[in-house]
């Protein structure tokens, strides 16, 4: 039986009133008329006032907190003060404070809307296969080995955090180790993809508050201790959320000490290009885990070295011992892909292979990445100078230090807190700052609230 849609009587005085009660009227009965299964399915909840209100089937679900980054910016949103600042999201602005859009990305797109054989057909469950092709190429070398041996496997996917899941979902399934080690601390989805696609997540030391550097000793010691075979998440550079990196013989050593207790790397490229502003300097780590003839897995992205954030473009690959294991395992990924969102799209990776395969594009981009890198350096040496300027108590030494897109300041939460409701300042909670969300013009801002924070609040 379906109760009369009507306003409440005593409400119904108004002419908005009257016209919404015609159209409940109508409504109601023009859904009585229709068929019967009509009719149990799809009843028109009235008024927000209604019995029905309190009878949903997902009355006992519970609010869920914002997410610890992207809930930043929602936050930051809300605010309408006009010195507002959002140093959350990894996420590059210019001086003037604004999303970039590289001015090769935007040649690329032109190029392919002047393009009219092309087609908005769905592409293969793997991607594009050029853009495999070339990003493979991109992370591990144009002269790789595991390359012109067909060793690799690569499948475009939805940015780095699609290329992630999806790498863990072949090894809950295909892999003998379900166990993964991750850096402490690490960029705060890596648990939540790990663990919902089947893994089982531990950490290993990385960072050393202290030295507000690399804690060599305990990463090495963590890892030494790791079961034979475990996956090792490594952040290929720009480590997140702590801007600190190996140097090249620290990789070296847990190179040979992964190989040697048969661990297996998963390289998480999300910067490469941002760190040292050189693509082939900030894939080293990679390639030198490839070089050795070993097997790992690698998740790229081009959100941030091309611009292309809202795009969700990237690539797994999986570097295997034989090119007949790697067939084997790219039938496996279709597998994985394909219940999951079945093929992935095909705007952002055209743009991706348009300039990979053009070498004036190609070397206009590697120009805009260093204009970038080279920006946010310069956001470390103005910071840290404004607050030697302020005497601001404690060592910044390690912004100028640190690499990538963040800082990782050491500002405790009670200090973010306070930043953000006295300065308006944005930030996730673990005191970690975007320098590619700073300019020039918001660095004395910044300095002023840092100063403030460190000296008021402990
Ligand atoms: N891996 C690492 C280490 C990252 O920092 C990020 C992005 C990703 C993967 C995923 O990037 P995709 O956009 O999926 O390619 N981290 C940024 C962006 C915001 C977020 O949390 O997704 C950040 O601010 O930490």
Redesign the pocket.
């Known amino acids: 039986m379906r109760p009369e849609l009507t306003l409440p009587t005593g409400h119904a005085s108004s002419p908005t009133d009257r016209r919404l009660n015609a159209l409940l009227r109508h409504l109601s009965s023009s859904s009585s008329s229709s068929s019967s299964a009509m009719d149990t399915n799809n009843s028109i909840s009235p008024s927000p006032t209604s019995a029905f209100q309190h009878d949903s089937v997902f009355s006992h679900v519970v609010q869920a907190p914002e ?1 610890p ?2 809930g930043v910016t929602v936050a930051y949103n809300k605010d309408p003060s006009p010195v507002k600042l959002n140093l ?4 590059y602005r210019t001086e003037e404070g604004k999303p970039l859009v590289l001015n090769v990305v935007r040649k690329a797109e032109q190029q392919l809307v002047n393009d009219r054989a092309r087609v908005k057909e769905y592409l293969p469950i793997i991607g594009l296969a050029e853009f495999n092709k070339l990003s493979a190429k991109l992370i591990f070398g144009a002269d790789s080995p595991a390359i012109q041996e067909n060793r690799v496997t690569t499948v475009q996917c ?7 899941r999806v790498g863990a979902e072949f090894l809950a399934k295909h892999y003998h180790q379900r166990t993964i080690y991750v850096p402490l601390p ?5 648990p939540k993809v790990f663990t919902l696609a089947g893994l089982s997540v531990k950490t290993y030391r990385y960072y050393d508050p202290a030295t507000r550097g690399l804690n060599f000793q305990g990463l090495l010691e963590d890892l030494g201790s790791a079961p034979a075979g475990a996956i090792v998440l490594l ?1 290929a550079c ?4 702590t801007g600190v990196d190996p140097t090249l013989q620290q990789w070296e050593q847990i190179r040979q000490l992964m190989r040697s207790k048969k661990l297996l790397p998963f390289f ?4 490469q290009g941002f760190a040292s502003g050189s693509l082939d300097a900030d894939a080293q780590s990679v390639r030198m885990f490839v070089a050795d003839g070993g097997e790992c897995l690698a ?1 790229q ?4 070295n091309m611009g292309l ?1 809202g795009e ?3 690539a797994l690959s999986i570097v295997c011992k034989t090119a007949d294991v790697a067939g084997k395992v790219e039938s496996q990924l279709k597998l994985v892909i394909r219940p999951m969102y079945s093929n992935p799209p095909i705007h952002g990776a055209s743009i991706v292979a348009a300039i990979l395969r053009d070498r004036n594009l190609y070397s206009e981009w590697t120009i805009e990445l260093k204009a970038m890198a080279d920006r946010i350096i310069s956001m470390r040496h103005q910071l840290c100078d404004a607050l030697r300027a302020r005497g601001t108590p404690g060592d910044w030494s390690h912004i100028i230090k640190q690499i990538g ?2 800082t990782f300041t050491g500002l405790n939460s009670k200090q973010v807190t306070f930043m953000t409701k006295e300065y308006h300042i944005y930030m ?1 909670s673990d005191g ?1 700052i ?1 320098m590619a969300g700073l300019s020039s013009k918001t660095v004395p801002h910044l300095a002023d609230a840092i100063h403030a924070a460190v000296t008021r609040v402990v």
Request: aromatic share 12%; hydrophobic share 35%; proline share 2%.
């Open positions: 997410d980054i992207l959350g999201v990894g996420a939805l940015s780095g955090t699609g290329s992630l690490t960029w705060g989805n890596h952040h720009a480590h997140n959320p998480d490229s999300a910067y998740a992205s081009y959100a941030k954030y969700r473009v990237g897109m963040f996730t970690r975007s």
